[in-house]
């Protein structure tokens, strides 16, 4: 490996920008809005489901929105990490 491989690295690596920073901030503002959104939406649909006899459509409304629930989640946590390896 030349001395020349570290620096090539080290431009690579940049810090964001200000602006950058700011759009992934939104973002994250965005997905966590969705994520309520989605939280009350689950609850209703809870509320929903009877206590015997499921019916399929209910069901498969509640195990769609806890997906979306699931992968929102996935990508605040990355967001978030990404936000704390640029400190």
């Known amino acids: 490996m030349d001395s020349h491989c570290g620096v090539v690295i080290e431009i690579v690596k940049r810090k964001k920008t200000s602006s950058e920073k700011e759009d992934d901030m939104n ?3 965005e997905l966590e809005q969705r994520l309520r959104e989605l939280d009350a939406a ?3 649909t809870r509320k929903r489901l009877p206590a015997h006899s499921v019916k399929p459509p ?3 409304d509640l195990l ?3 997906d979306q629930y699931d992968d929102l989640m996935k990508q605040i946590c990355e967001l978030k990490e990404k936000r704390n390896e640029g400190l």
């Open 27 to 29: 973002h994250l503002l």
């Open 58 to 60: 209910v069901m498969m």
């Open 42 to 44: 689950i609850t209703e």
């Open 64 to 66: 769609a929105l806890e």
